[in-house]
T-cell receptor
Framework: AQSVAQPEDQVNVAEGNPLTVKCTYS??????LFWYVQYPNRGLQFLLK????DNLVKGSYGFEAEFNKSQTSFHLKKPSALVSDSALYFC?????WGTGTASKLTFGTGTRLQVTL | NAGVMQNPRHLVRRRGQEARLRCSPM?????VYWYRQLPEEGLKFMVY????????ESGMPKERFSAEFPKEGPSILRIQQVVRGDSAAYFC?????????????FGPGTRLLVL
């Protein structure tokens, strides 16, 4: 069975500083990895995904994530945080079916990002 | 292109009543997923459906919960005889197809409160 760990319940960063939201995963075989963001009382918005290829994935709103197979990590990063980035961030992993397709997502418990002036 | 639509956005039920949650996938999407989010927790997979087929229901409680995605119309998540523990946000997601790794796009959710 696959699992995702987000070790930090909350990350605090000052606007303009770089941010990192950590994620580690456990899955049999190669993973498909995703980051989503959730604003209060809203659904999840897709940020980026890793399928294969370049370990550095670029996504929406200036976010990027680095896949590290040896450390089984997929940390979310942004060079310069904005107050508007304050939200709940979820890392997710998808198992790979025999044909290489993906299906259900397994989510981490979420990390609340607080960006202050 | 409209996103994933869910209704109602908020639903209040008394214990023992039935709850029906509707999800209309994005245009061109034929795969629907339902997830449940309990307060202060991540999303938990419930069921994965294609038109007229349940593909994976491994996350569905064995009793009182059912889901369908008919040939015409929205996907329905049905909860019979609701209990207070069913209070949660229920999210629907859709994707175009399953022959490659497609992104799942989420709706705004239905927040169910059981009194």
């Amino acid at each position: 069975a696959q699992s995702v760990a987000q070790p930090e319940d909350q990350v605090n960063v000052a606007e303009g500083n770089p941010l990192t939201v950590k994620c580690t995963y456990s899955v049999s075989g190669n993973p498909y990895l995703f980051w989503y963001v959730q604003y209060p009382n809203r659904g999840l918005q897709f940020l980026l995904k890793y399928i294969t290829g370049d370990n550095l994935v670029k996504g929406s709103y200036g976010f990027e994530a680095e896949f590290n197979k040896s450390q089984t990590s997929f940390h979310l990063k942004k060079p310069s945080a904005l107050v508007s980035d304050s939200a709940l961030y979820f890392c997710a992993v998808s198992p790979i079916w025999g044909t290489g397709t993906a299906s259900k997502l397994t989510f981490g418990t979420g990390t609340r990002l607080q960006v202050t002036l | 292109n409209a996103g994933v639509m869910q209704n109602p956005r908020h639903l209040v039920r008394r214990r023992g009543q039935e709850a029906r949650l509707r999800c209309s996938p994005m245009k061109g999407h034929s795969h629907v997923y339902w997830y449940r989010q309990l307060p202060e927790e991540g999303l938990k997979f419930m069921v994965y459906l294609q038109k007229e087929n349940i593909i994976d229901e491994s996350g569905m409680p064995k009793e009182r919960f059912s889901a369908e995605f008919p040939k015409e119309g929205p996907s329905i998540l049905r909860i019979q005889q609701v209990v207070r523990g069913d209070s949660a946000a229920y999210f629907c997601a859709s994707s175009p197809r399953r022959d490659r790794v497609e992104t799942q796009y989420f709706g705004p959710g239905t927040r169910l409160l059981v009194l």
